[in-house]
């Protein structure tokens, strides 16, 4: 499996530049992708035709690890409550994150801390079944079950004894497992019993095997870490604690991919390419669904791209609001030619003040009436393809219909 992992250890530039600041944040700087460790081959061959299909994933994502089956109850929290100030739900866009993405963040109450600042804690009785360990952060599974996980990653440095020579590891609840600072910690639940249904073709997936699988993590805590837990989420719509999985069959909301890019991975991506220049998402605001977000993984391919607004990340993506009174995408059929004007995402909390994220607020709103950046036209040809294209500096009137630069995408 390939996986590309983003974290807000180095996001600052990029945020300021989306306006979408987190304050505080220092850069954005994207990490190697990479190719997961688990051993398909080995896995496949240690799977039987009886195995149900929960089972047969539970033993991938464990690597071969995991034993029986069921759920568990989180008793501790990743971090101590006092060294978190905001959970950033599921489904944020941003940068290469070009999909909404299928981990939540817990942002340390100091974020520009020094490295090793903040404990990292085990949230249940698991074991760790995978390793990743890369220059600026370590990424672990823990296994509860054939068919229940919950992953870190970013962790800037782990207990001794916790590597990959001494797998499978088995860890109790609040044992400390290592430290982070200066960047976020990753986190999000697995369970294979329940695949996500939001999405219309599962096998685009395959790059990143667990995604199909997350879930909510906020039934499983003890009812007072839920309480904390939520009162440093923002979000206040259902399911609070987000969704990534938008899809409608024969609508446009959802996530799409540029044809013959094989899907998630972009196996057509050429070496040293980004894979997500052939994801797109349009799709509502983690905080505000009310709104709608323009997610474009290719968006500086267009003509009329300006590098000064350039990332500094090398990323060609952008993501932006559609402006108020926009068509709802989940209404959007096939046959129907929609023009998207966008702007700059921008917050306000509950008094009308600017949110750059930088700490908490409760539920705030987007703001979908600044000035035009540009404009897109989508149109579904057919249930399965998208035909997509963005327009530069232009907005609604100045655009007439596709040209030459239009591409089309699938599911």
């Given at each position: 499996?390939?996986?590309?992992?983003?974290?807000?250890?180095?996001?600052?530039?990029?945020?300021?530049?989306?306006?979408?600041?987190?304050?505080?944040?220092?850069?954005?700087?994207?990490?190697?992708?990479?190719?997961?460790?688990?051993?398909?081959?080995?896995?496949n061959?240690?799977?039987?035709?009886?195995?149900?299909?929960?089972?047969?994933?539970?033993?991938?994502?464990?690597?071969?690890?995991?034993?029986?089956?069921?759920?568990?109850?989180?008793?501790?929290?990743?971090?101590?409550?006092?060294?978190?100030?905001?959970?950033?739900?599921?489904?944020?866009?941003?940068?290469?994150?070009?999909?909404?993405?299928?981990?939540?963040?817990?942002s340390?109450?100091?974020?520009?801390?020094?490295?090793?600042?903040?404990?990292?804690?085990?949230?249940?009785?698991?074991?760790?079944t995978?390793?990743?360990?890369?220059?600026?952060?370590?990424?672990?599974?823990?296994?509860?079950?054939?068919?229940?996980?919950?992953?870190?990653?970013l962790?800037?440095?782990?207990?001794?004894?916790?590597?990959?020579?001494?797998?499978?590891?088995?860890?109790?609840?609040?044992?400390?497992?290592?430290?982070?600072?200066?960047?976020?910690?990753?986190?999000?639940?697995?369970?294979?019993?329940?695949?996500?249904?939001?999405?219309?073709?599962?096998?685009?997936?395959?790059?990143?095997?667990?995604?199909?699988?997350?879930?909510?993590?906020?039934p499983?805590?003890?009812?007072?870490?839920?309480?904390?837990?939520?009162?440093?989420?923002?979000?206040?719509?259902?399911?609070?604690a987000?969704?990534?999985?938008?899809?409608?069959?024969?609508?446009?909301?959802?996530?799409?991919?540029?044809?013959?890019?094989?899907?998630?991975?972009?196996?057509?991506?050429?070496?040293?390419?980004?894979?997500?220049?052939?994801?797109?998402?349009?799709a509502?605001?983690?905080?505000?669904?009310?709104?709608?977000?323009?997610?474009?993984?290719?968006?500086?391919?267009?003509p009329?791209?300006?590098?000064?607004?350039?990332?500094?990340?090398?990323?060609?993506?952008?993501?932006?609001?559609?402006?108020?009174?926009?068509?709802?995408?989940?209404?959007?059929?096939?046959?129907?030619?929609?023009?998207?004007?966008?702007?700059?995402?921008?917050?306000?909390?509950a008094?009308?003040?600017?949110?750059?994220?930088?700490?908490?607020?409760?539920?705030?709103?987007?703001?979908?009436?600044?000035?035009?950046?540009?404009?897109?036209?989508?149109?579904?040809?057919?249930?399965?393809?998208?035909?997509?294209?963005?327009?530069?500096?232009?907005?609604?009137?100045?655009?007439?219909?596709?040209?030459?630069?239009?591409?089309?995408?699938?599911?």
């Open positions: 499996m390939k996986h590309k992992q983003y974290g807000f250890g180095h996001i600052g530039l990029l945020l300021m530049i989306l306006v979408v600041v987190v304050v505080g944040f220092a850069g954005y700087k994207v990490a190697t992708k990479h190719k997961g460790s688990v051993n398909t081959a080995t896995i061959t240690a799977v039987t035709s009886g195995d149900d299909k929960a089972i047969t994933a539970g033993r991938q994502l464990s690597n071969n690890y995991c034993k029986g089956t069921g759920e568990t109850t989180f008793t501790h929290l990743p971090m101590n409550a006092s060294d978190f100030s905001l959970l950033i739900p599921y489904g944020l866009t941003v940068g290469g994150h070009v999909t909404p993405i299928d981990h939540q963040y817990f340390p109450t100091v974020f520009n801390s020094p490295k090793d600042t903040y404990p990292v804690y085990a949230m249940a009785d698991s074991t760790i995978n390793i990743e360990v890369h220059p600026t952060r370590t990424r672990l599974v823990f296994t509860v079950s054939c068919t229940f996980f919950y992953y870190y990653d962790l800037t440095s782990v207990q001794p004894g916790i590597d990959a020579s001494h797998i499978p590891i088995q860890v109790k609840a609040g044992q400390l497992i290592g430290h982070i600072g200066g960047q976020t910690l990753d986190f999000a639940v697995w369970n294979t019993k329940k695949p996500l249904s939001g999405f219309i073709n599962a096998s685009s997936y395959t790059a990143e095997a667990w995604k199909i699988y997350t879930t909510d993590p906020f499983y805590y003890t009812s007072a870490l839920r309480q904390i837990i939520e009162s440093k989420d923002p979000r206040t719509a259902p399911p609070i987000g969704k990534i999985d938008y899809d409608i069959d024969g609508k446009l909301v959802g996530n799409w991919f540029l044809q013959g890019s094989g899907g998630y991975n972009n196996n057509s991506v050429p070496p040293g390419g980004q894979y997500w220049s052939g994801h797109l998402s349009i509502p605001d983690l905080y505000d669904p009310s709104a709608t977000v323009v997610s474009v993984g290719n968006y500086n391919s267009y009329g791209f300006n590098p000064d607004t350039s990332t500094g990340d090398g990323s060609d993506a952008r993501q932006y609001f559609a402006v108020a009174g926009s068509t709802d995408p989940a209404k959007v059929v096939v046959g129907t030619l929609v023009k998207y004007q966008l702007v700059t995402r921008k917050y306000t909390k008094d009308g003040s600017e949110w750059t994220q930088g700490n908490f607020t409760k539920s705030p709103r987007a703001v979908t009436n600044g000035a035009v950046v540009g404009t897109v036209l989508a149109e579904l040809t057919d249930k399965g393809h998208l035909k997509f294209e963005v327009f530069k500096d232009k907005n609604a009137d100045q655009v007439t219909g596709f040209d030459t630069n239009a591409k089309t995408y699938t599911r």
